[in-house]
């Protein structure tokens, strides 16, 4: 198994562009959860999905940000508008019972 | 925010050494996990330790559980320069959001 996968591994945009982050998660996993890293605040939980359905996306700091699960093996977040704030390392991770398994995350620097 | 709190929130130590980790969280849970991070890179799953056990082993990690302190430690038993991550405890809880919270990590530096 390819483990969970991300794309892109980096990306820098500029102020006020969108950006869209993509997750593959292991195949027969049920959960789907999406977390950001800073140095600040640490990891957040920022949405996560059961069965492809969003169940709690209290984390989603603001209206920019949104995430979608067409089905099983996809998701993403997006920002729209960006902005410098949203610099982090995003992960993916799923999980079909207890562990969570983690994706190398995507580094957003926005300038 | 976060749910558990890690102390130290640093250490450094000679190969060979053991190094403990505290984690001190504030609701019931329903488990409690432990991840390492190498730097650069996502978490990887360590060890899971139930709300009704209070120790478990896995290799050279020693993992205990103190509900009613409402705190966890991790152990590594020789340690090794491999072993240098920044290592979190994430706990699950009994009701409410079904998802992991992590807490705010310590970062292992083991010297060869």
């Known amino acids: 198994d390819a483990g969970v996968i991300q794309s892109p591994r980096h990306e820098v945009t500029e102020m006020g562009q969108e950006v869209t982050l993509r997750c593959k998660p292991i195949?027969?996993?049920?959960?789907l959860f999406w977390y950001r890293q800073t140095m600040m605040r640490g990891l957040e939980l920022l949405i996560y999905?059961?069965?492809?359905?969003?169940?709690?996306d209290s984390g989603m700091p603001e209206d920019r940000f949104s995430a979608k699960m067409p089905n099983a093996s996809f998701s993403t977040l997006k920002i729209q508008p960006s902005e410098p704030r949203d610099s982090a390392v995003y992960f993916c991770?799923?999980?079909?019972?207890?562990?969570?398994?983690f994706g190398s995350g995507t580094r957003l620097t926005v300038v | 925010s976060q749910q558990g709190e890690e102390d130290p929130q640093a250490l450094s130590i000679q190969e060979g050494e053991n190094a403990t980790m505290n984690c001190s969280y504030k609701?019931?849970?329903?488990?409690l996990q432990w991840y390492r991070q190498n730097s650069g890179r996502g978490l990887v799953h360590l060890i899971l330790?139930?709300?009704?056990?209070r120790e478990k082993h896995s290799g050279r990690l020693r993992v205990t559980l103190d509900t009613s302190k409402k705190s966890s430690s991790l152990l590594i038993t020789a340690s090794r320069a491999a072993d240098t991550a920044s290592y979190f405890c994430?706990?699950?809880?009994?009701?409410?959001?079904?998802?992991?919270?992590f807490g705010s990590g310590t970062r292992l530096q083991v010297q060869p």
């Open positions: 991770a799923s999980r079909k019972f207890y562990g969570y398994t």
């Open positions: 195949s027969g996993h049920d959960y």
């Open positions: 999905f059961n069965n492809n359905v969003p169940i709690d």
């Open positions: 609701t019931s849970i329903n488990n």
């Open positions: 330790i139930r709300s009704n056990e």
């Open positions: 994430a706990t699950f809880m009994d009701t409410g959001r079904r998802a992991l919270t």
